[in-house]
Nanobody, 124 residues
Framework: QVQLVESGGGLVQAGGSLRLSCAAS????????MGWFRQAPGKEREFVAA???????YYSDSVKGRFTIARDNPKNTVALQMNSLKAEDTAVYYC??????????????????WGQGTRVTVSS
């Protein structure tokens, strides 16, 4: 069965960096868009970044220039390099796989598979 497992979260000071990784199993996702979302306490889940099967990347305005998404298809993984972290980046970060393209790439309803999340806390 399909499983996505995030890792790499933790506590970091503002201005620091973290690298999140998502390992997929049960299915090969090289033909699909993969993305990262996050959810802060009391907030709705929001789009962070995505990378298509053609390696095109998309970022929310809040992380553009600071975060980088990448994928390694042979390993069936996707990573999120987070630099210059801010307190407002504190959230649980989720990896997801998109199976339809009917709506915008930032729409979480287009993503069918989700990981359990990894917590990122940025102290100020």
């Amino acid at each position: 069965q399909v499983q996505l497992v995030e890792s790499g979260g933790g506590l970091v000071q503002a201005g620091g960096s973290l690298r999140l990784s998502c390992a997929a199993s049960g299915r090969t996702f090289s033909s699909y868009t993969m993305g990262w979302f996050r959810q802060a306490p009391g907030k709705e889940r929001e789009f962070v970044a995505a990378i298509t099967s053609g390696f095109s990347t998309y970022y929310s305005d809040s992380v553009k220039g600071r975060f980088t998404i990448a994928r390694d298809n042979p390993k069936n993984t996707v990573a999120l390099q987070m630099n210059s972290l801010k307190a407002e980046d504190t959230a649980v970060y989720y990896c997801a796989v998109r199976l339809n393209g009917l709506l915008r790439i930032s729409d979480p309803t287009t993503y069918a598979y989700w990981g359990q999340g990894t917590r990122v806390t940025v102290s100020s």
